[in-house]
Protein backbone atom coordinates (compact mmCIF):
# COMPACT_ATOMS: atom_id res chain seq x y z
CA UNK A 1 0.00 0.00 0.00
CA UNK A 2 1.22 3.54 -1.05
CA UNK A 3 2.25 5.91 2.02
CA UNK A 4 1.06 9.85 1.98
CA UNK A 5 3.04 11.38 -0.98
CA UNK A 6 3.87 14.90 -1.24
CA UNK A 7 4.92 16.81 -4.36
CA UNK A 8 7.40 18.33 -4.48
CA UNK A 9 9.71 17.61 -2.35
CA UNK A 10 12.24 20.70 -2.55
CA UNK A 11 10.72 24.03 -3.44
CA UNK A 12 12.40 27.54 -4.12
CA UNK A 13 10.66 30.53 -4.99
CA UNK A 14 11.17 34.23 -4.61
CA UNK A 15 9.43 36.34 -2.39
CA UNK A 16 6.19 37.71 -3.81
CA UNK A 17 5.92 33.98 -6.26
CA UNK A 18 2.97 32.14 -6.01
CA UNK A 19 3.38 28.06 -4.89
CA UNK A 20 1.47 25.10 -4.82
CA UNK A 21 1.85 22.24 -2.76
CA UNK A 22 0.18 19.02 -3.12
CA UNK A 23 -0.62 15.95 -1.36
CA UNK A 24 -1.52 12.49 -2.02
CA UNK A 25 -3.35 10.94 0.81
CA UNK A 26 -3.30 7.22 1.81
CA UNK A 27 -6.25 5.70 -0.59
CA UNK A 28 -9.59 5.67 1.48
CA UNK A 29 -8.20 8.13 4.27
CA UNK A 30 -11.04 10.41 4.68
CA UNK A 31 -9.11 12.55 7.28
CA UNK A 32 -6.53 14.67 5.81
CA UNK A 33 -4.34 17.09 7.44
CA UNK A 34 -1.91 20.35 6.62
CA UNK A 35 1.16 20.93 9.58
CA UNK A 36 4.02 23.02 9.19
CA UNK A 37 7.85 23.64 10.61
CA UNK A 38 9.06 26.65 10.07
CA UNK A 39 12.76 28.06 10.56
CA UNK A 40 13.60 26.81 14.19
CA UNK A 41 10.03 26.70 15.84
CA UNK A 42 7.88 23.60 16.32
CA UNK A 43 5.56 21.53 14.29
CA UNK A 44 2.28 23.13 13.79
CA UNK A 45 -1.14 22.34 12.80
CA UNK A 46 -2.91 24.11 9.84
CA UNK A 47 -5.80 22.63 9.37
CA UNK A 48 -7.90 19.22 8.51
CA UNK A 49 -10.35 18.18 5.77
CA UNK A 50 -12.50 15.35 6.11
CA UNK A 51 -13.54 14.51 2.88
CA UNK A 52 -13.51 17.64 0.81
CA UNK A 53 -15.01 19.64 3.88
CA UNK A 54 -12.88 21.51 6.32
CA UNK A 55 -13.37 20.45 9.61
CA UNK A 56 -10.94 22.79 11.30
CA UNK A 57 -8.61 25.04 9.49
CA UNK A 58 -7.90 27.36 12.92
CA UNK A 59 -4.11 27.34 12.29
CA UNK A 60 -3.86 28.83 9.26
CA UNK A 61 -1.89 31.62 9.50
CA UNK A 62 -3.12 33.97 6.84
CA UNK A 63 -5.37 34.90 4.12
CA UNK A 64 -2.88 34.39 2.13
CA UNK A 65 -2.91 30.50 2.51
CA UNK A 66 -5.70 28.72 0.28
CA UNK A 67 -5.74 25.20 0.73
CA UNK A 68 -7.90 22.55 -0.79
CA UNK A 69 -9.30 19.34 -1.64
CA UNK A 70 -11.36 18.97 -4.50
CA UNK A 71 -13.67 15.49 -4.75
CA UNK A 72 -12.32 14.11 -1.64
CA UNK A 73 -8.75 12.80 -2.85
CA UNK A 74 -5.94 14.77 -2.73
CA UNK A 75 -5.15 17.88 -1.63
CA UNK A 76 -3.33 21.71 -2.24
CA UNK A 77 -2.12 24.07 -0.27
CA UNK A 78 -1.41 27.10 -2.26
CA UNK A 79 0.99 30.15 -0.89
CA UNK A 80 -0.03 33.76 -2.52
CA UNK A 81 2.26 35.52 -2.17
CA UNK A 82 4.78 34.06 -0.55
CA UNK A 83 6.71 35.84 2.26
CA UNK A 84 10.26 35.28 3.33
CA UNK A 85 8.53 33.68 6.91
CA UNK A 86 7.03 31.09 5.00
CA UNK A 87 10.07 28.91 4.81
CA UNK A 88 9.94 25.62 6.21
CA UNK A 89 8.56 21.97 5.79
CA UNK A 90 5.26 21.43 5.03
CA UNK A 91 3.93 18.12 6.39
CA UNK A 92 0.83 16.17 5.27
CA UNK A 93 -0.88 13.57 6.61
CA UNK A 94 -3.80 11.64 6.63
CA UNK A 95 -6.09 9.00 8.97
CA UNK A 96 -8.58 6.33 8.68
CA UNK A 97 -12.28 7.14 9.73
CA UNK A 98 -13.59 5.97 12.59
CA UNK A 99 -16.77 4.15 13.58
CA UNK A 100 -19.74 6.29 13.57
CA UNK A 101 -18.05 9.26 11.57
CA UNK A 102 -15.17 9.65 13.75
CA UNK A 103 -11.43 9.31 12.99
CA UNK A 104 -8.74 6.56 13.80
CA UNK A 105 -6.14 7.71 15.79
CA UNK A 106 -3.11 7.33 14.09
CA UNK A 107 -2.05 10.29 11.58
CA UNK A 108 0.14 8.80 8.51
CA UNK A 109 2.93 11.53 7.37
CA UNK A 110 4.12 12.21 3.83
CA UNK A 111 8.00 12.78 3.81
CA UNK A 112 7.15 16.79 3.27
CA UNK A 113 7.46 19.39 1.29
CA UNK A 114 10.80 21.90 1.88
CA UNK A 115 10.05 25.24 0.58
CA UNK A 116 12.55 28.35 0.49
CA UNK A 117 11.30 31.82 -0.10
CA UNK A 118 14.69 33.71 -1.01
CA UNK B 1 -3.95 23.77 23.88
CA UNK B 2 -2.31 21.24 26.65
CA UNK B 3 1.45 21.13 26.57
CA UNK B 4 3.60 18.22 27.43
CA UNK B 5 7.60 18.76 28.54
CA UNK B 6 10.35 16.27 27.82
CA UNK B 7 13.84 16.36 28.25
CA UNK B 8 15.91 17.70 25.34
CA UNK B 9 17.78 14.98 24.49
CA UNK B 10 18.42 11.29 25.58
CA UNK B 11 20.94 8.90 24.88
CA UNK B 12 20.74 5.15 25.36
CA UNK B 13 23.23 1.94 24.37
CA UNK B 14 22.39 -0.22 21.61
CA UNK B 15 20.09 -3.21 22.73
CA UNK B 16 19.10 -1.46 25.96
CA UNK B 17 15.93 -0.32 27.33
CA UNK B 18 14.94 2.99 27.10
CA UNK B 19 12.60 4.95 28.74
CA UNK B 20 11.45 8.24 27.38
CA UNK B 21 9.56 10.66 30.25
CA UNK B 22 6.49 13.12 29.62
CA UNK B 23 4.87 15.37 31.60
CA UNK B 24 1.58 16.74 30.77
CA UNK B 25 -0.24 18.16 34.12
CA UNK B 26 -2.24 20.43 32.54
CA UNK B 27 -4.29 17.24 30.48
CA UNK B 28 -7.68 17.86 30.43
CA UNK B 29 -10.35 14.13 30.89
CA UNK B 30 -10.70 13.99 27.28
CA UNK B 31 -7.35 14.28 25.75
CA UNK B 32 -5.40 11.33 24.46
CA UNK B 33 -1.78 10.99 24.95
CA UNK B 34 0.50 10.14 21.58
CA UNK B 35 3.72 9.47 20.82
CA UNK B 36 5.14 10.04 17.40
CA UNK B 37 9.36 9.78 16.34
CA UNK B 38 10.70 11.63 13.55
CA UNK B 39 13.74 9.61 11.97
CA UNK B 40 16.25 12.26 9.92
CA UNK B 41 14.34 13.89 6.74
CA UNK B 42 11.34 11.93 7.15
CA UNK B 43 7.92 13.23 8.35
CA UNK B 44 6.74 11.87 11.96
CA UNK B 45 5.89 8.54 12.36
CA UNK B 46 2.93 7.12 14.75
CA UNK B 47 4.14 4.85 17.17
CA UNK B 48 1.57 4.73 20.30
CA UNK B 49 -1.36 6.31 22.17
CA UNK B 50 -2.88 5.61 25.23
CA UNK B 51 -5.62 7.01 27.57
CA UNK B 52 -5.82 5.79 30.41
CA UNK B 53 -4.65 2.41 31.10
CA UNK B 54 -0.63 0.81 30.05
CA UNK B 55 -0.59 -0.13 26.18
CA UNK B 56 1.54 -2.35 24.48
CA UNK B 57 1.87 -2.67 20.47
CA UNK B 58 5.08 -3.92 18.01
CA UNK B 59 7.07 -0.90 18.64
CA UNK B 60 6.94 0.06 22.02
CA UNK B 61 4.60 -0.13 25.24
CA UNK B 62 3.43 3.17 27.13
CA UNK B 63 3.10 3.84 30.59
CA UNK B 64 0.41 6.27 31.90
CA UNK B 65 0.80 7.17 35.55
CA UNK B 66 -2.63 7.00 37.52
CA UNK B 67 -3.32 11.02 38.05
CA UNK B 68 -2.21 10.82 33.72
CA UNK B 69 -0.25 13.93 34.51
CA UNK B 70 2.73 12.06 33.50
CA UNK B 71 3.44 9.23 30.82
CA UNK B 72 6.52 7.04 29.43
CA UNK B 73 7.31 5.66 26.36
CA UNK B 74 9.21 2.31 26.61
CA UNK B 75 11.29 0.75 23.85
CA UNK B 76 12.16 -2.43 25.09
CA UNK B 77 15.42 -3.13 22.93
CA UNK B 78 16.98 0.44 21.26
CA UNK B 79 18.78 -0.16 18.04
CA UNK B 80 20.45 2.22 16.08
CA UNK B 81 17.27 2.37 14.00
CA UNK B 82 15.47 4.11 16.51
CA UNK B 83 17.77 7.24 16.89
CA UNK B 84 14.62 10.06 16.28
CA UNK B 85 12.98 12.73 17.76
CA UNK B 86 10.46 11.31 20.10
CA UNK B 87 7.22 13.82 20.50
CA UNK B 88 5.00 13.52 23.65
CA UNK B 89 1.24 15.18 22.29
CA UNK B 90 -1.64 15.21 23.85
CA UNK B 91 -4.59 15.02 21.29
CA UNK B 92 -8.07 16.45 21.87
CA UNK B 93 -11.31 16.06 20.47
CA UNK B 94 -10.69 17.06 17.25
CA UNK B 95 -8.10 14.53 16.32
CA UNK B 96 -5.34 17.73 15.32
CA UNK B 97 -1.96 17.09 16.91
CA UNK B 98 -0.14 19.72 18.31
CA UNK B 99 3.79 19.31 18.92
CA UNK B 100 6.18 20.41 21.01
CA UNK B 101 9.75 20.14 20.75
CA UNK B 102 10.19 16.33 21.63
CA UNK B 103 13.13 14.76 22.28
CA UNK B 104 16.36 13.36 20.58
CA UNK B 105 17.68 10.19 21.02
CA UNK B 106 20.96 8.60 19.89
CA UNK B 107 21.90 5.39 20.30
CA UNK B 108 25.12 4.58 21.25
CA UNK B 109 26.20 1.16 19.02
Known amino acids: EAGVTQFPSHSVIEKGQTVTLRCDPISGHDNLYWYRRVMGKEIKFLLHFVKESKQDESGMPNNRFLAERTGGTYSTLKVQPAELEDSGVYFCASSQAGPQGGWLHEQYFGPGTRLTVT | DAKTTQPNSMESNEEEPVHLPCNHS???????IHWYRQLPSQGPEYVIHGLTSNVNNRMASLAIAEDRKSSTLILHRATLRDAAVYYC??????????FGTGTRLTVIP
Open chain 2, 89 to 98: ILRDLRNNLF
Open chain 2, 26 to 32: TISGTDY
